[in-house]
Structures are given as structure tokens and as C-alpha cells.
């Protein structure tokens, strides 16, 4: 495949070519209730070209080798017409020449396992939430999805890379009278089959969790003192701080790249966030990014200071700072983009029962449902949380919404706990899908949060 590739960048005359080829299989399983609803499963091939000329950078996908002419003449007219017409050049960080192959190291390769062994793992966990009266309906959806990435470029790197993902996600919803609630499951990993399997305790869990939501009391709104637990504050990092962090998004923006100045003190001193792509296991490992960059963790803030952001090759080049390998596109039909890999919260020196020694009285915050950003203003619901009275855990609340300004929350964080966990499933949105945007934190006690409520 390699030579196949190298031969066609090798017709182009330009400053800087790539190209990317990829081999993507999806396996999707659902069931609606009791029924056995859908069984996809899905190969696609497609390639990416990328073609610098004068500053002018433009890209093109095409499925057929047979295409690879007309791309490459299409992909030369837009680099040329974006040189003449951009008053902004794009220039390339410099990038180290790699050749090497990566393969995951699978527990258990999703490939070897009957696809009847996979119905039947669903159906299970499906069933578990259906024997409980109170739980009117369900969804539930495994996937699969493998990609098989080569990468060549004309300084002569050459990388084949595969990513695995396995997860099982969907809802419960229950009934009580006219009162309706729901909450989300969801579980997988990057590292084999097995993540999918042995959790029954946690699906007990979530229908004891929707079953307590109704008889939970809507949240009172107001102001207050609340510990967020791991995935809510994970997702919190994520999408309120982790976004501006990505330097696509704050580059022909001189607000923002004056407000995340390098060295600017935004958060607590207790506060330290990394995005870490390099963690084997975790959601969102991978060796290299789409533009051929080896990844590697970058501190995003150190003790409340800001300390890094992520980069592709051209915004590496405009901001002067090194290149990371955060350029990543969802497969074969986009051209990469800067996204997180593995975001997270460090663990603090507190434990979970010192955050609510600490907290005395408040609300105790679970689980991300949906939320926005607008600048640097985000909004979030929870899928539920509990009143905390005097450091203790008191009854079960709903309806919950946070919001607030990003750099008064992030220096309003007082405690933080040392029971760091990662998310299983992951997602992200901005501008294509990235199934394998993983976050995480600890435990986490923010003074003076808006929630939104009755």
C-alpha cells in the first residue's frame, strides 16, 4: 500500500504533500425494547490528499484509486486559488520523518468473537434493565468500529496505524404515575472485547439510579457550593475548558488568544489539566495523529497556570509553539482537525470524603446530560445528584442544570479528590465526530455554581 501511495504524491509539484488512505469497518447491534432491531454492519475505503502550494493549503477525499488524477488536479486548482486569495499563508511546523508500524495490543480482538456471542451480550444487558417493573422501555446499541490507517507524505514519513473501538451504549426510562425519567449507559474501551464484558453490577447500578429518580425532588435553584463527580467534571473539563485549548478554535480570535496567553493564571492553584493521548488502554490512545505527528502529552494548565494547547502542524507554526500531534480526523471522508485525545483533571491530595467533610452542606453533582458553550460561558445538565447536609449524602435531586463563566469556575475549585477515573465511552462534535474524545477527573468541589432548578 505504501508504494501505491508514494507513487501518486510523487506526480504532485508542491511545497508540502500528504495523503491518507484508510480502511474503515463498522459493526452496529440494537435493541429497542424487547425486539432484536438492527444488525449493521459496514467497509468503506477512502483516501485524503493534502496539498500545499504558496501558502495556500487545500484538501480532497475521493473512495476510487481510479479518481486519484482528477483529485489531484482539483486538490493543485483550490491550493493555488486559496494562495492567491488568502491573506493568511499557511506554513507547516516542522515534523520529524517517521516510518513504523503500529498495531493495538487487544485482550481480546473483537474479530474472533461470533457475532452471535455479541447479540446475545446485548440482549443480556438489555433484559437486565427491562426485569425491572418501573423500567417502560430501553435501547441499547453495541458497536464496533476499526480503522486501518496509512499515512505517507512527500518529507518521506510512512505510517500504518490501526484503532479498535468496542462500546455498548444506550438508556433506561422509567415511569412512575405521570412522572418519566431516564438515564444513560454507556461502556467500552480501545483495548479489546472484554472491556464489554462482566458489567452487570454496573448495569444494576443505572436501574437502581433511574428507578430513585422518581421519587427524586426537582433541584431548587440557586447558588452553590457543589462536588461534581468524575464524569461530570471530566466533562466539564472537556467542553469548558479543553475547547479553548485547541488552537483552531482561538486562532483569528485576538480576545481569546489574549485571555489563553501562555503563563496567564486561569484557574485555581490546585487546578492541573493534561491531555494525554498516549495512554494505552485509555479511549483515546493513539500513536500518531492523522498528520503523521507522533502524539504526546501536553499540560494544558499547571497549579492554575496555562502551560500548553493543542496543535496541528500550521497552528503549531502561527503560535511558534511545538507541534503535539492533536490533528485527527473522524476517517477517510475529512481532512484532520485539532481535537483532544485524553483530557483530564490531575487527582488532588483530598479524598471523596473530605470534599464532603469540606462541602458541609450542598449539592453532590453526577454524570454530564448534554450542555453548551457560548464563549466563555457554558451551560451543563447533570442526570442527577443528591443535598449533601453536614458532609453527608441526604436524598436524591433532579432536573439539574450548572452554568457559569469558565474562569471564574475554573478558580473557584477549592478541593480536589485523588480517585482520578477516566471515561469508558467517549464523543465529540466539533465539526466531525470523534468517537474515541475521551476525559476525566476526580471528584471535584467548586464554590459558587449557578444551578439551575424549580
Given at each position: 500500500?505504501?508504494?501505491?501511495?508514494?507513487?501518486?504524491?510523487?506526480?504532485?509539484?508542491?511545497?508540502?504533500?500528504?495523503?491518507?488512505?484508510?480502511?474503515?469497518?463498522?459493526?452496529?447491534?440494537?435493541?429497542?425494547?424487547?425486539?432484536?432491531?438492527?444488525?449493521?454492519?459496514?467497509?468503506?475505503?477512502?483516501?485524503?490528499?493534502?496539498?500545499?502550494?504558496?501558502?495556500?493549503?487545500?484538501?480532497?477525499?475521493?473512495?476510487?484509486?481510479?479518481?486519484?488524477?482528477?483529485?489531484?488536479?482539483?486538490?493543485?486548482?483550490?491550493?493555488?486559488?486559496?494562495?492567491?486569495?488568502?491573506?493568511?499563508?499557511?506554513?507547516?511546523?516542522?515534523?520529524?520523518?517517521?516510518?513504523?508500524?503500529?498495531?493495538?495490543?487487544?485482550?481480546?480482538?473483537?474479530?474472533?468473537?461470533?457475532?452471535?456471542?455479541?447479540?446475545?451480550?446485548?440482549?443480556?444487558?438489555?433484559?437486565?434493565?427491562?426485569?425491572?417493573?418501573?423500567?417502560?422501555?430501553?435501547?441499547?446499541?453495541?458497536?464496533?468500529?476499526?480503522?486501518?490507517?496509512?499515512?505517507?507524505?512527500?518529507?518521506?514519513?510512512?505510517?500504518?496505524?490501526?484503532?479498535?473501538?468496542?462500546?455498548?451504549?444506550?438508556?433506561?426510562?422509567?415511569?412512575?404515575?405521570?412522572?418519566?425519567?431516564?438515564?444513560?449507559?454507556?461502556?467500552?474501551?480501545?483495548?479489546?472485547?472484554?472491556?464489554?464484558?462482566?458489567?452487570?453490577?454496573?448495569?444494576?447500578?443505572?436501574?437502581?439510579?433511574?428507578?430513585?429518580?422518581?421519587?427524586?425532588?426537582?433541584?431548587?435553584?440557586?447558588?452553590?457550593?457543589?462536588?461534581?463527580?468524575?464524569?461530570?467534571?471530566?466533562?466539564?473539563?472537556?467542553?469548558?475548558?479543553?475547547?479553548?485549548?485547541?488552537?483552531?478554535?482561538?486562532?483569528?480570535?485576538?480576545?481569546?488568544?489574549?485571555?489563553?496567553?501562555?503563563?496567564?493564571?486561569?484557574?485555581?492553584?490546585?487546578?492541573?489539566?493534561?491531555?494525554?493521548?498516549?495512554?494505552?488502554?485509555?479511549?483515546?490512545?493513539?500513536?500518531?495523529?492523522?498528520?503523521?505527528?507522533?502524539?504526546?502529552?501536553?499540560?494544558?494548565?499547571?497549579?492554575?497556570?496555562?502551560?500548553?494547547?493543542?496543535?496541528?502542524?500550521?497552528?503549531?507554526?502561527?503560535?511558534?509553539?511545538?507541534?503535539?500531534?492533536?490533528?485527527?480526523?473522524?476517517?477517510?471522508?475529512?481532512?484532520?482537525?485539532?481535537?483532544?485525545?485524553?483530557?483530564?483533571?490531575?487527582?488532588?491530595?483530598?479524598?471523596?470524603?473530605?470534599?464532603?467533610?469540606?462541602?458541609?452542606?450542598?449539592?453532590?453533582?453526577?454524570?454530564?446530560?448534554?450542555?453548551?458553550?457560548?464563549?466563555?460561558?457554558?451551560?451543563?445538565?447533570?442526570?442527577?445528584?443528591?443535598?449533601?447536609?453536614?458532609?453527608?449524602?441526604?436524598?436524591?435531586?433532579?432536573?439539574?442544570?450548572?452554568?457559569?463563566?469558565?474562569?471564574?469556575?475554573?478558580?473557584?475549585?477549592?478541593?480536589?479528590?485523588?480517585?482520578l477515573v477516566l471515561s469508558k465511552t467517549g464523543g465529540c462534535g466539533k465539526g466531525q465526530l470523534n468517537i474515541r474524545s475521551c476525559h476525566g477527573a476526580p471528584h471535584v468541589l467548586i464554590n459558587n455554581l449557578v444551578?439551575?432548578?424549580?
Amino acid at each position: 500500500m505504501f508504494d501505491k501511495l508514494i507513487e501518486i504524491i510523487s506526480k504532485i509539484d508542491a511545497d508540502y504533500v500528504d495523503l491518507r488512505f484508510e480502511k474503515r469497518s463498522d459493526l452496529n447491534i440494537e435493541y429497542l425494547n424487547h425486539d432484536l432491531n438492527k444488525i449493521n454492519s459496514n467497509d468503506a475505503t477512502g483516501y485524503v490528499l493534502r496539498v500545499l502550494i504558496d501558502g495556500g493549503f487545500a484538501s480532497i477525499s475521493f473512495t476510487n484509486i481510479n479518481d486519484a488524477e482528477r483529485a489531484i488536479k482539483n486538490c493543485i486548482v483550490n491550493a493555488k486559488i486559496l494562495s492567491k486569495n488568502s491573506s493568511k499563508k499557511v506554513n507547516l511546523a516542522k515534523s520529524k520523518v517517521i516510518k513504523d508500524k503500529f498495531y493495538p495490543n487487544l485482550k481480546t480482538d473483537p474479530d474472533k468473537i461470533p457475532i452471535e456471542e455479541k447479540i446475545n451480550l446485548l440482549k443480556k444487558y438489555n433484559e437486565m434493565g427491562l426485569s425491572e417493573p418501573k423500567i417502560v422501555s430501553t435501547s441499547m446499541r453495541l458497536f464496533e468500529t476499526k480503522r486501518d490507517r496509512f499515512f505517507v507524505s512527500s518529507e518521506g514519513t510512512e505510517i500504518n496505524e490501526k484503532l479498535i473501538t468496542c462500546g455498548i451504549s444506550g438508556m433506561f426510562t422509567a415511569k412512575k404515575d405521570n412522572v418519566l425519567q431516564n438515564v444513560r449507559v454507556s461502556f467500552g474501551g480501545s483495548d479489546g472485547f472484554q472491556t464489554l464484558l462482566n458489567q452487570e453490577d454496573y448495569i444494576e447500578e443505572r436501574k437502581k439510579i433511574v428507578c430513585d429518580l422518581l421519587d427524586a425532588q426537582p433541584v431548587k435553584g440557586g447558588i452553590y457550593n457543589v462536588i461534581l463527580n468524575q464524569s461530570l467534571a471530566g466533562v466539564f473539563a472537556h467542553e469548558a475548558f479543553g475547547h479553548f485549548s485547541e488552537a483552531d478554535l482561538i486562532e483569528d480570535s485576538p480576545i481569546m488568544r489574549q485571555k489563553m496567553k501562555i503563563g496567564s493564571e486561569l484557574g485555581s492553584p490546585i487546578l492541573t489539566i493534561v491531555d494525554d493521548p498516549t495512554l494505552e488502554g485509555a479511549l483515546g490512545f493513539y500513536k500518531y495523529d492523522d498528520e503523521g505527528v507522533e502524539a504526546s502529552k501536553v499540560i494544558l494548565m499547571e497549579n492554575g497556570v496555562l502551560k500548553g494547547r493543542l496543535h496541528s502542524r500550521a497552528t503549531a507554526s502561527e503560535f511558534n509553539e511545538p507541534i503535539n500531534g492533536h490533528c485527527v480526523a473522524e476517517d477517510y471522508r475529512f481532512a484532520p482537525i485539532i481535537r483532544m485525545g485524553t483530557i483530564f483533571i490531575k487527582n488532588g491530595n483530598d479524598t471523596f470524603d473530605s470534599l464532603k467533610e469540606k462541602l458541609k452542606d450542598g449539592l453532590y453533582l453526577c454524570d454530564a446530560k448534554g450542555g453548551q458553550t457560548a464563549g466563555e460561558n457554558f451551560t451543563f445538565g447533570a442526570q442527577y445528584g443528591y443535598i449533601v447536609k453536614d458532609g453527608k449524602i441526604d436524598s436524591m435531586v433532579r432536573d439539574i442544570n450548572i452554568s457559569g463563566n469558565l474562569y471564574e469556575t475554573l478558580k473557584n475549585i477549592s478541593a480536589i479528590a485523588n480517585d482520578l477515573v477516566l471515561s469508558k465511552t467517549g464523543g465529540c462534535g466539533k465539526g466531525q465526530l470523534n468517537i474515541r474524545s475521551c476525559h476525566g477527573a476526580p471528584h471535584v468541589l467548586i464554590n459558587n455554581l449557578v444551578v439551575g432548578g424549580v
